[in-house]
Nanobody, 117 residues
């Protein structure tokens, strides 16, 4: 069983919205932050947002603050990322990451978001 699985990516026009989901397996220690990163084409992976212990507290990169919202979905055991007012610069593969129970970090396989102008 994969520790984290992302979904929800797709292609949208500028100004549109998407909701990404990161489903957490029982292997993830939710007492640590869950974070979203993204990797634009040809660029380094960059931080997007984190959510705190058991869904408390959140922090965003300057580039997305006010447009993206990270939240905990207890019913689905997922950490969701609502993307709004999307811009072409938001085009990237989006990844979630969390701490494994025991030791080490785990990353999902990523989900592609493409924003066209």
């Amino acid at each position: 069983q994969a520790p984290l699985v992302e979904s929800g990516g797709g292609a949208v026009q500028a100004g549109g919205s998407l909701r990404l989901s990161c489903v957490l397996s029982g292997r993830i220690d939710t007492s640590y932050f869950i974070r979203w990163f993204r990797q634009p084409p040809g660029k380094e992976r960059e931080f997007v947002a984190w959510i705190g212990t058991n869904g408390g507290g959140a922090y965003y990169a300057d580039a997305v603050r006010g447009r993206f919202t990270i939240s905990s979905n207890k019913a689905e055991n997922s950490i969701d990322l609502q993307l709004s007012s999307l811009q072409p610069a938001d085009t990237a593969v989006y990844y979630c990451t969390g701490r494994l129970k025991g030791a080490g970090d785990a990353w999902g396989q990523g989900t592609q978001v493409t924003v066209t102008s």
